[in-house]
């Protein structure tokens, strides 16, 4: 219903949902990752990706989410802790705060 209802509306969708969550007061959650890899697609590069992604939704279109949750379906990010030889999901995690300025 909500999806239809924004459609039709001449603001873009992600505008009038972030407003009308908004005046709702009604919290937004966000799960953020990357599109499917590709076959040459690396663990650093997916993990870019949907770095580039939150930062896109946040800065671009504004849309801060009272809730972010990091998720794949894929088999990216391989790890959930970053090793000496690779990232793992906490990158992403420490790149968020990072950009909100929280340490």
Known sequence: MLHAL???V???PHAS???FARDAQMPIGIIYNAAPPNKTMTNE???NDAQRNYTYIERALGIVPS???FSSWVKFPGRVL???NALG??????QYLWLHRVQ
Do not use: G, I, M, T
């Open 67 to 69: 809730w972010a949750v």
């Open 17 to 19: 949902f972030a407003n």
């Open 6 to 8: 924004l459609h039709r």
């Open 89 to 94: 999901e906490d990158y992403l995690v420490k």
């Open 45 to 47: 590069q997916w993990l």
């Open 82 to 84: 970053s090793v000496d």
């Open 10 to 12: 001449l603001v873009p």
